[in-house]
């Protein structure tokens, strides 16, 4: 069993940053990768970022891959996602996710909204 709680969510203008910290506890250990996706108002969840969890390997939808960087602190099994330059366009919902042999693990979500 995997729990993942996610923080860092919040209002920002457009321009701005935010950092979203998720943290696995539990039965962590055989995850390969751990990432976000997003759901905005409307519309169907996206995937937004991942990373594998002991190369390193990442990726990213095109919209966010010039402007929001995933990294991960392997010791605290904590993923990372900065979000710079934010635009309207990204408010969305945030969950975070650690894929396990057979299982993909889910956090709560966490709400960010990008003001004009």
């Known amino acids: 069993q995997v729990q993942l709680v996610e923080s860092g969510g919040g209002l920002v203008q457009a321009g701005g940053a935010l950092r979203l910290s998720c943290a696995a506890s539990?039965?962590?250990?055989?995850?390969?990768?751990m990432g976000w996706f997003r759901q905005a108002p409307g519309k169907e969840r996206e995937f937004v970022a991942d990373?594998?969890?002991?190369?390193?390997?990442?990726s990213y939808v095109d919209s966010v891959k010039d402007r929001f960087t995933i990294s991960r602190d392997y010791a605290k099994n904590t993923v990372y996602l900065q979000m710079n330059s934010l635009k309207p366009e990204d408010t969305a919902v945030y969950y975070c996710?650690?894929?396990?042999?057979?299982?993909?693990?889910w956090g709560q979500g966490t709400q960010v909204t990008v003001s004009s």
């Open positions: 990373i594998s969890w002991t190369s390193g390997w990442t």
């Open positions: 996710y650690a894929d396990l042999p057979g299982r993909r693990y």
């Open positions: 539990g039965r962590t250990s055989g995850t390969y990768a």
